[in-house]
């Protein structure tokens, strides 16, 4: 009954993640729930081990439908990858206590400032392009993946936000390459987690596929849909991200 419990919920963290990120909303609380003695450290490893794949699978499918900025986007990779294994140190030396009560706070300016550009990430229409395009992919690469390293939630739609107000993508574009840098921070999360013991492989296995299935169906639908139905399904996250994080924060 928990596997079967957790692997529904790594279904839907999949289903969100691959369309705007957020997936760690659904699982995360989901593995608290179900084993509410474990240390969480080990339900982080377990969440990480999942959603890996999940984001890597989408990555594969929309790199087969969406034009990637891979001279920009391998950069930005490699340095996400070394910015989250530093979060993660860094949380070892300090509490990230003091995100915890300014992150709803973030997250209401992204939801109203997204609200009130209603013409934003609509249309794909890049600002940078060669080096500059691959620094400020970097810049936005180490940045949140020193985020995702040292706390965590909210990480793929931070990518994704940024990348439509920053880099000037449209939606699809924009979670398109947010799913390559969350894979790879999610790796060294994980990687991580893995050397300190802290992951369950025994759950890894049904988790991740569920993860998979549900990360590929997402991918078909924001591919069907294009940029408004992703810009949709971001205000509704980012909005679910707000509550919970302040009921977190604040209750």
């Known amino acids: 009954m928990e596997l079967l419990l957790v692997s529904t919920a790594s279904f839907f963290a999949g289903f969100v ?28 490893g377990v969440n990480k081990s999942a959603s890996i794949w ?39 030396q300090i509490s990230p206590d003091f995100l915890r009560r300014l992150l709803p706070l973030i997250l209401l ?9 209603k013409d934003m990430g609509r249309n794909h229409a890049p600002r940078f392009a060669g080096r500059r395009e691959a620094m400020a992919a970097a810049t936005l690469g180490v940045t949140i993946g020193f985020y995702d390293g040292f706390f965590g939630p909210g990480t793929g739609s931070f990518f994704v ?12 574009h924009a979670s398109a390459s947010a799913k390559l840098l ?21 759950l890894a296995l049904a988790m991740a ?28 996250v980012v909005g ?7 009921y977190d924060a604040w209750v």
Do not use: E
Not at 109 to 117: K, Q
Not at 183 to 202: E, M, Q, Y
């Open 209 to 236: 596929v569920a993860n998979v299935v549900g990360s590929l169906m997402g991918t078909r639908l924001a591919l069907k849909h294009g940029s408004g139905f992703v810009r949709g399904a971001f205000i509704i």
């Open 17 to 44: 993640d691959s369309i705007v990120g957020g997936g760690g909303l659904i699982l995360v609380p989901a593995l608290f729930a179900v084993f509410p003695n474990a240390h969480p450290a080990t339900l982080f």
């Open 54 to 92: 999940g984001t890597a699978a989408a990555t594969v499918q929309y790199a087969r439908r969406v034009q990637m900025p891979w001279r920009a986007l391998w950069p930005a990779a490699i340095v996400c990858f070394a910015g989250s294994m530093f979060g993660a140190w860094t949380v070892t």
């Open 161 to 172: 936000f940024l990348f439509v107000r920053w880099l000037g993508y449209d939606f699809l």
């Open 109 to 117: 300016g992204v939801l109203i400032y997204t609200l009130a550009r």
């Open 240 to 246: 679910a991200l707000i509550l919970k994080t302040g």
């Open 182 to 202: 969350n894979t790879t921070s999610n790796l060294a999360a994980l990687l991580l987690f893995a050397a300190k013991g802290h992951v369950w492989w025994h």
